[in-house]
Each structure stands twice: as structure tokens, then as C-alpha cells.
């Protein structure tokens, strides 16, 4: 089966293309129907590929399918290479892609761009697909790029909004910053070990041929792409403007696409890091900062799409904090849970909004757990699992990074706890506003309240399923049972730091986090459910540092005067000189030259025969004159 691991993107591109060339001439069940049940054959395959290569001794396998590119010394196949963590990442990515997909034809149906918005779920999935598959860092860096295409598409989907145009055009640009790292990165590998192909980087890597400053200088390119595609610190302000784009879009941003392949890229390399203490605590430190940043953010957030947004920011943190510490199977096992609850609160969200008629503030929501029951309990286990209750999945992952990381810095795992605790309590925050107290939307909306169809809730109840159980994938040792997706990683880590953490410790950090999240979830009930206490309903009621956090520490305006406004003065300036003097001189100059000399050469011909007749004359002469010397 692993053989036939061309079929996982072949799927999607065949959906993307019927949708692309034919899907405005089919019925939009139909369409919907093509964009889903191509992302359930591609998980269907990577889940017999992912069985097979579980139970097989051989955990690497390299599937060539043509040569790509030969030049001189740069030879580089077009091959995928499928192994634990590929394989792993094909089930996050097609299972949570469908289930997506399925939401998206009760969400999108009543939208005229039916068709279109399939067609680039289905290229999105394709090119992360390509991503993670990639056998060398060139096909990576194609996926790479084309997710970020596709994000832009489905950011900017409803176009003739300005804003959401605007919002798509950050991403792209900023991603576009973080790129260029990776592009460096990757011509910096080929510099140093002559090939882009994984495994005989990784080989050469090992053997200590490269010096410690330029195993660290890829290390640190590598993570500047990362920074970008996975929203970190200072490259991370696209993300929260997504939310422009249709809900099941965040959803596969945030959950199974997009923000997971800077993970996916620094646990493939990992052995750069391993190799360079400066790029780990780097990669740790900024991970840390970019968690508490955006936890505090979403703690005034009143968007429920920006909650989320910011709660992604701040998870996406704290996988990069357990990359630091060289948790890598940790980082890996939090994409998954992350993957599990993330893709249902946001979906969740997208039924609240639905059933609203569009309002998103949550201020203006309240009371809807009688109207919509199944979107309640759903989003509660969400909530829950996101929060670091046991035995919900976040739990597990989220504690494990946090041991892992207490072991390599205690600072670090304080402002990681800190992190923690700031979720738990935002999250109920939004929970409580949203489904319980009194209505506070208008009476039309109150009127219209209905549970979302099933297309879109038998998904969320999935998804709760697998938010409620994934922490079984990463059960801790110390209590006597199997950590598998330790285990099942860890041909793919390269150096590998032992625990030192005593059971006992391993409990009472465990029991303190636990604590935490108790503490501020009964924080929240007591203010937001008990006392119905409300967010300042105008910017102007709330206090002077609640206003700087609600407009995000003034992050956005400070790039806006610092970077935007500077360079397009200088644009400007360039435009006026070198564009309309220079340029535009030296075209205008020409044609102003050719008019002159036409002028010149016209005025031969006047149409007067006794003009024509010396000019005979003239010339005679002037041969003959020429003749005799």
C-alpha cells in the first residue's frame, strides 16, 4: 500500500480540478460532494498506509516517481518519503480536513461561491499534503508556498470586502518575510552538504562535516520560516486577521493546515537543533514570549472568531516552547490534540455564528445552550480539553510539554504555566458569555435561534469524540502505561534527552497544573456566570490598560508607523525620481527623439518638383565629387 502513496495528493488535485474547470455547471450537492469524498479517499489510503507501516520492522520508506530536477551537482528527485511522523500528519490532515469539509457544505451552502470555495479547500489540502510528504526541501518548500497561496485565496474568499482583501494581502506578505528565511535556509543546507534530500542531509549533518556556526545559521533560517507559517513573535499578526475568511477556513488553518507545518519542518530537522544549543533556546524563548503575548490578548478579546485566533497564537507558542526543550514527540502530540479541539471550537463557533445571523461578538450572544444543545455540549468538551482538564486529550499534551520543559529551564515553565492558566480562563470566559446568562442579541435573532443541520454537527460530535480521547495517544509512563506516540517518533529524533524528573515531581507538577486550571475556570464561572458580569460594551468604559490590550499592545500600528508608512514614503520618493524621471524620461526621451528626426526627414518631402529636381542635381554632384577624390 505504501507504494500507492501517490494517491493521498492525487485525490484532492483531481477534486480541485473537476471543482475548478466544471463545478459552477454541477448542483452544489454535487460539487460538495466531489471537494469531500476526495479528502476522505486520501484519508482512507493514509490510514491503510499508516497501518501498514506500523506493523512493518522497516519505519522509513522513499516512493520515487520521477526525476524533477537535474543541474550540475543539484539533483533532486520528485519522491515522498513516508515514515512515522509523514504518516502521522497524513491522518491529522485528511481526517480533520474532511470532517471540515463536511461542515463546510451546511455553512457554505447558501453562498454563491460554492463551487469555488471547494475548489481551493481541496488545492489547500493538496499542497499541505505535498508538504508533509516531501522526501527533500525543495518539494516542502512547494507545499510550502502553496498553502500560503491557498490561504490567501480563502482569506480574501468574499473579495468584494475590503477589509477581508486587505487582510489576505497581510498574510501573504508576511508570510512572504518568513519564506525568504526558509529559501536561505534551504540554499544554505544545499552549500553545505551538496544535496536537499532528507536523508543524506540528516547523515552528513551527523558526521559533524558542517561547523557549529552553520548548522546554527540553518537552524535559525529554518525557524524564520516557522516563525511565519506558524504565527510566532514578531510574524504572527496575519493569523488573527484571518479570521476574514469563511469559518471552516480558520478551522483548517488553525487545526490541520498552514500553522502546523512550522512544527512539522523543525521536528523533520531536528537534528540541526539538537546539534545547536543557540537555535533551541531561541526557538524556546521566542516560544515562550509569542504564548503568554497572545494569551493575555485573548483575555479582552470580544470577537469569538479572535478568541480562538489569539488561543491559537498562544498554543502554537507553546508547541514551539516544547521544540525548544527538545520535546519534540510532545510538540507533535499537542498538533494533535490541538488539531482535535481547535477544529471543534472553531467549528463550534461557526454554528454560533450561523444560528446568529452572523454576529460574532460574544458580548451580544448569552442563554443559546437551550437553542443550540448539540453545539453546546460539543463546544464544552472543546473548552475543556483546550483548558488541561483531565482525562480530556489537552491534558496529556499540554502536561507533558510543561514537564519536559520544567526539566530544561524553570523560568520557561513558569511562563508556560502562567500560559495555561490564561487559557483556561479566557476560554470559559467566551464558554460562559456565549451559552449561558441572558440573550443579549436582538429580538429577530433571538426569534431565528436553531441548532445548526446536521452536516455541520455531526462533525463537531466527532471532532468531541476524538477532543475527549486523543490524550490516549500519549498516556505518561509514570503511570504505569505506554506513551505511543513517544515511542512510535522516536526513530525520527536524532538526539534524545532523558528524563530526570522523579515520579513524585512528575505528580506534583502535574497536580499544580491541574490546580491552575481550576482556579481560573472558577475565576471565570464567578465573574462571567455567577455575577454576569459583562465586557465593557464601548471601548471607552473600559480602562486605559484594557484598551491598550484589546488593540493588541498596539502591535499592528506600531508596524503601521515604523515599517508600512516608511517604506511607502520611500516608495514614493523611488517612484517619483527613478520611475517617472529616469524611466519615463529615457521612453519619453526616445519617442521625443524618433519625433524630431521624422520631423527632420519629412521635410524632404515636399512635393515640389523643382525641390526634387536640385535635389538630383545635389546628388550628381555630389558623386561625382566623391569619384574624383
Same mark, same amino acid.
Given at each position: ?16 480540478? =473537476? ?57 533532486? %528527485? ?40 471547494? $475548489? ?7 499542497? !499541505?499534503? /505535498? ?114 475568511? %469563511? ?9 490541520? *493546515? ?53 488561543? *491559537? ?23 494533535? *490534540? ?32 437551550? +437553542?443550540? %444543545? ?10 475543556? +480539553? ?25 523560568? /520557561? ?5 502562567? $500560559? ?114 459583562? %465586557? ?24 503601521? +508607523?515604523? =515599517? ?5 514614503? =520611500? ?34 518631402? *515636399?512635393?515640389? =518638383? ?5 535635389? !538630383?542635381?545635389?546628388?550628381?554632384? +555630389? ?7
Amino acid at each position: 500500500m505504501i507504494k500507492l502513496i501517490g494517491l493521498v495528493p492525487l485525490f484532492p488535485l483531481i477534486g480541485f480540478l =473537476i471543482n475548478g474547470f466544471i463545478g459552477k455547471k454541477l448542483s452544489k450537492g454535487v460539487s460538495g460532494a466531489i471537494g469531500s469524498f476526495s479528502i476522505l479517499a486520501s484519508f482512507v489510503v493514509s490510514l491503510l498506509i499508516f497501518i501498514e507501516l506500523n506493523g512493518s520492522a522497516q519505519k522509513s520508506h522513499v516512493v520515487d516517481l520521477f526525476s524533477w530536477i537535474s543541474s550540475g551537482n543539484l539533483q533532486v %528527485p520528485f519522491s515522498f518519503l513516508v515514515d512515522p511522523l509523514s504518516a502521522l500528519f497524513l491522518l491529522i490532515i485528511t481526517g480533520i480536513g474532511f470532517l471540515i469539509h463536511v461542515y463546510s457544505v451546511g455553512y457554505m451552502h447558501e453562498d454563491e461561491g460554492f463551487s469555488r470555495f471547494f $475548489t481551493y479547500l481541496n488545492l489547500f489540502v493538496f499542497f !499541505m499534503l /505535498l508538504l508533509v510528504l516531501g522526501n527533500n526541501y525543495l518539494i516542502m518548500f512547494v507545499g510550502w508556498e502553496g498553502v500560503g497561496l491557498c490561504s490567501y485565496l480563502l482569506i480574501g474568499f468574499w473579495f468584494k470586502n475590503t477589509a477581508y482583501n486587505n487582510a489576505a494581502k497581510k498574510a501573504f506578505v508576511i508570510n512572504r518575510i518568513g519564506d525568504l528565511g526558509f529559501l536561505l535556509g534551504i540554499i544554505l543546507i544545499f552549500f553545505t552538504f551538496n544535496t536537499i534530500s532528507y536523508g543524506e542531509v540528516f547523515k552528513l549533518a551527523n558526521t559533524g562535516i558542517a561547523a557549529q556556526g552553520t548548522i546554527t545559521a540553518i537552524a535559525l533560517l529554518l525557524f524564520i520560516g516557522a516563525m511565519g507559517k506558524s504565527a510566532q513573535i514578531p510574524l504572527y499578526t496575519w493569523l488573527p486577521d484571518a479570521m476574514a475568511g %469563511p469559518t471552516p477556513v480558520s478551522a483548517l488553518i488553525h487545526a490541520a *493546515t498552514m500553522v502546523t507545518a512550522g512544527i512539522y519542518m523543525i521536528v523533520r530537522s531536528n537534528i540541526f537543533y539538537s546539534m545547536s544549543d543557540v537555535a533551541s533556546e531561541t526557538v524556546a524563548v521566542v516560544g515562550a514570549a509569542t504564548a503568554l503575548f497572545a494569551a493575555t490578548i485573548g483575555m479582552v478579546q470580544t470577537d469569538i472568531k479572535k478568541v480562538l485566533a489569539y488561543s *491559537t497564537v498562544s498554543q502554537l507558542g507553546l508547541m514551539f516552547l516544547a521544540l525548544g526543550a527538545g520535546a519534540y514527540s510532545s510538540a507533535v502530540f499537542h498538533v494533535a *490534540t490541538h488539531a482535535f479541539f481547535k477544529a471543534l471550537l472553531f467549528l463550534g463557533a461557526g454554528s454560533v455564528i450561523h444560528a446568529m445571523g452572523g454576529e460574532q461578538d460574544i458580548r451580544k450572544m448569552g442563554a443559546l445552550k437551550k +437553542a443550540l %444543545p448539540v453545539t453546546f455540549f460539543t463546544m464544552a468538551i472543546g473548552t475543556i +480539553a483546550i483548558s488541561g482538564i483531565p482525562p480530556f486529550s489537552g491534558f496529556f499534551s499540554k502536561d507533558e510539554i510543561l514537564a519536559h520543559v520544567y526539566e530544561e529551564n524553570k523560568l /520557561l515553565w513558569f511562563i508556560g504555566s502562567v $500560559t495555561s492558566m490564561l487559557t483556561a480562563f479566557y476560554m470559559f470566559r467566551m464558554f460562559y458569555l456565549t451559552f449561558f446568562g441572558k440573550f443579549r442579541g436582538t429580538h429577530e435573532q433571538e426569534h431565528h435561534l436553531h441548532e445548526s443541520p446536521k452536516s455541520m454537527t455531526v462533525p463537531l460530535i466527532v471532532l468531541a469524540i476524538l477532543a475527549a480521547l486523543g490524550g490516549v495517544m500519549g498516556l505518561p509512563e509514570f503511570w504505569g502505561t505506554h506513551n505511543w506516540i513517544a515511542d512510535y517518533l522516536s526513530p525520527l529524533i536524532y538526539r534524545k534527552n532523558p528524563s530526570i524528573l522523579s515520579h513524585e515531581t512528575e505528580w506534583v507538577l502535574m497536580g499544580l497544573a491541574v490546580a491552575a486550571a481550576a482556579v481560573s475556570i472558577y475565576t471565570a464561572y464567578n465573574v462571567y456566570r455567577k455575577n454576569n458580569i459583562l %465586557p465593557a460594551a464601548k471601548e471607552e468604559d473600559m480602562g486605559g490598560a484594557e484598551r491598550f490590550v484589546y488593540h493588541k499592545y498596539k502591535v499592528d500600528e506600531f508596524y503601521e +508607523a515604523v =515599517i508600512t508608512k516608511p517604506l511607502n514614503l =520611500i516608495s514614493e520618493a523611488f517612484y517619483k525620481f527613478f520611475d517617472l524621471k529616469i524611466v519615463d524620461g529615457i521612453v519619453n526621451g526616445t519617442g521625443q527623439a524618433v519625433n524630431w528626426f521624422s520631423e527632420l526627414i519629412r521635410k524632404l518631402q *515636399t512635393g515640389n =518638383i523643382g525641390f526634387y529636381i536640385l535635389a !538630383m542635381v545635389a546628388g550628381i554632384v +555630389a558623386i561625382l565629387f566623391t569619384s574624383l577624390f
